[in-house]
């Protein structure tokens, strides 16, 4: 098995003994990389160059419609709703939770936090 922490005190020596070469390679690295970004920014688009292409569509066939469900009759697919509830409509969907159901979900919650920080200070 490769032992990284040899490696790395190989590599650093390299570097520490040719330190003019290192200088060298990175000094060209960073001006390759300049005149790369020059390039990019001084060289036409290749966008701008072409030419659009217009093409007509042309059928030959009827178009196919895929298959979808019937809808069944008496579905509503969109209503104007309300934009507050009556009594009547709240009261078979809401009930007020009790104290104790409160306490239950607080407890659950805290299980769940403790759960998930552990022991962090």
């Known amino acids: 098995m490769i032992d ?3 490696t790395v005190d190989s590599i650093r020596e ?12 990175c000094s060209g690295l960073i001006v390759i ?18 030419t659009p292409v217009s093409r007509t569509l042309v059928l030959t ?14 579905y509503i ?3 104007i709703t309300q934009k507050n509830w009556t009594d009547e409509e709240l009261e078979p969907w809401f009930t007020l939770p009790d104290a104790a159901e409160v306490e239950k979900l ?3 919650n805290d299980r769940i936090i403790n759960e ?3 022991a962090a200070p």
């Not at 020059?38 to 072409?50: A, C, G, T, W």
């Not at 066939?61 to 008496?74: H, N, S, T, Y």
Request: proline share 9%; net charge negative.
């Open 4 to 6: 990284i922490q040899e």
């Open 14 to 25: 390299f570097l520490e003994e040719n330190r003019r070469l290192t200088i060298i390679v």
């Open 33 to 50: 990389l300049i005149l790369i970004s020059i390039l990019m920014m001084v060289s036409p688009s290749s966008k701008k160059n072409r």
């Open 61 to 74: 066939e009827p178009l196919l419609l895929p298959e979808a469900p019937v809808v069944p009759d008496g």
């Open 77 to 79: 697919t969109s209503r």
């Open 106 to 108: 607080g407890e659950a």
């Open 116 to 118: 998930i920080i552990g």
